[in-house]
T-cell receptor, first 111, second 114 residues
Framework: SQQGEEDPQALSIQEGENATMNCSYK?????LQWYRQNSGRGLVHLIL?????REKHSGRLRVTLDTSKKSSSLLITASRAADTASYFC???????????FGKGTLLTVNP | DAGITQSPRHKVTETGTPVTLRCHQT?????MYWYRQDPGHGLRLIHY???????DKGEVSDGYSVSRSKTEDFLLTLESATSSQTSVYFC?????????????FGSGTRLTVV
């Protein structure tokens, strides 16, 4: 399976700090995506990074991709209490064009 | 979520009964997906559709069937519900295949089989 695995499983930080979450996967990919899920809600797409890209930014989000290490990281800068959510990486690659999701990182941002 | 709705939002049903969940989209996207979310397993793909009447199985399709007679509707049916199918079900849509686009998810259906 090319399912990504997020690390850590849970992360607790103070408002204003940066949060870094990592994702590792096993097989080659076409792209990697990050999603956020607030408690009791559906997933929201945050960012997509293609296999030929190394870094991508969107507002306070920075995503890196290292295909040689089969890993990605999501950095949220200057975190806010509203960033409290679960974050999932999802991969698509090879002949499987459907997204495969990891189990997520639960981020808690304390006011 | 904008452009995609799931119904019902919550359902409690008895073991052995049939259950149908509905996903409706107004985005005219070709691709639609059904996932289930369980603690410790993340999201797992049940079935997906790449067009009207075109569907295929995901990784956990046993016990589920789907139908898509119109672009906007994707139905998930549990023919005979079991307790192991207690879960939160999410529908998603995407503009294109090959996962080159982000998915838009519905708000989910919480199904309890007693």
């Amino acid at each position: 399976s090319q399912q990504g695995e997020e690390d850590p499983q849970a992360l607790s930080i103070q408002e204003g700090e940066n949060a870094t979450m990592n994702c590792s996967y096993k097989t080659s990919i076409n792209n990697l995506q990050w999603y956020r899920q607030n408690s009791g809600r559906g997933l929201v797409h945050l960012i997509l990074i293609r296999s030929n890209e190394r870094e991508k930014h969107s507002g306070r989000l920075r995503v890196t991709l290292d295909t040689s290490k089969k890993s990605s990281s999501l950095l949220i800068t200057a975190s806010r209490a509203a960033d409290t959510a679960s974050y999932f990486c999802a991969t698509a690659g090879g002949s499987n064009y459907k997204l495969t999701f990891g189990k997520g990182t639960l981020l808690t941002v304390n006011p | 979520d904008a452009g995609i709705t799931q119904s019902p939002r919550h359902k409690v049903t008895e073991t052995g009964t049939p259950v149908t969940l509905r996903c409706h989209q107004t985005e005219n996207h070709r691709y639609m997906y059904w996932y289930r979310q369980d603690p410790g397993h993340g999201l797992r793909l049940i079935h997906y559709s790449y067009g009207v009447k075109d569907t295929d199985k995901g990784e956990v399709s046993d016990g589920y069937s789907v139908s898509r007679s119109k672009t906007e509707d994707f139905l998930l049916t549990l023919e005979s519900a079991t307790s192991s199918q207690t879960s939160v079900y999410f529908c998603a849509i995407s503009e294109g295949g090959r996962a080159n686009y982000g998915y838009t998810f519905g708000s989910g259906t919480r199904l309890t089989v007693v």
